[in-house]
């Protein structure tokens, strides 16, 4: 299966530890855009990148989130001293650059106690 | 910040019967994505669609985008269970790196 990845589905954290995920695209895709989705709401976009650079982040991705793309391939979302609203989906997509489709992970669904 | 509305917010039917779900926005999209996503899923593309007034069936599915590419609807003929979910509205704008503004989708239960 070559679509998008991600790692671990579900984590459960205790309030003020770092929690990282992972998120895997679609090998030939240089766009990669992480969402996140609280419950009975649509996705908020948080961040992207083209390549290794990221372009864009939301007003919603505060200091204690941040996002890598190391080597343009594989991303990683850390948030750090997390609090309890942060418990939500987490979201990954990948694209080509150009065509406007985006298609998604499985979400990594993060609870905070 | 621009908003995408989706209406119905909830419908539950009857197999057998025909729907139709709106997303309405003021601002205007270069081109709009609907998804249907499933409990603990990440959303599943259904279609693009990027041309004003443009029509796209996917079998049982027609999406239509509006002529001003501010609003679009998805209608499902003679529904099924397997099309229980919850359906998403996204739409991009041109320079913003095609980053998705998604509606407040619309969760549809098709029942026996």
């Known amino acids: 299966d070559t679509g998008v990845s991600q790692n671990p589905r579900h984590k459960i954290t205790k309030r003020g530890q770092n929690v990282t995920f992972r998120c895997d695209p679609i090998?030939?895709?240089?766009?990669l855009y992480w969402y996140r989705q609280t419950l009975g709401q649509g996705p908020e976009f948080l961040t992207y990148f083209q390549n290794e650079a990221q372009l864009e982040k939301s007003r919603l991705l505060s200091d204690r989130f941040s996002a890598e793309r190391p080597k343009g391939s594989f991303s990683t979302l850390e948030i750090q001293r997390t609090e309890q609203g942060d418990s939500a989906m987490y979201l990954c997509?990948?694209?080509?650059?150009?065509?406007?489709?985006?298609?998604f992970g499985p979400g990594t669904r993060l609870t905070v106690t | 910040t621009q908003l995408l509305e989706q209406s119905p917010q909830f419908l539950s039917i009857q197999e057998g019967e025909n729907l139709t779900v709106y997303c309405n926005s003021s601002s205007v999209f270069s081109s709009l994505q609907w998804y249907r996503q499933e409990p603990g899923e990440g959303p599943v593309l259904l279609v693009t669609?990027?041309?004003?007034?443009e029509v796209k069936k996917l079998k049982r599915l027609t999406f239509q985008f509006g002529d001003a590419r501010k609003d679009s609807s998805l209608h499902i003929t003679a529904a099924q269970p397997g099309d229980t979910g919850l359906y998403l509205c996204?739409?991009?704008?041109?320079?913003?790196?095609?980053?998705?503004?998604f509606g407040t989708g619309t969760q549809l239960k098709v029942e026996l």
């Open positions: 669609v990027v041309t004003g007034g």
């Open positions: 090998s030939e895709h240089n766009r």
């Open positions: 996204a739409g991009a704008q041109e320079g913003g790196g095609n980053k998705l503004t």
């Open positions: 997509a990948s694209s080509l650059v150009g065509p406007v489709e985006q298609y």
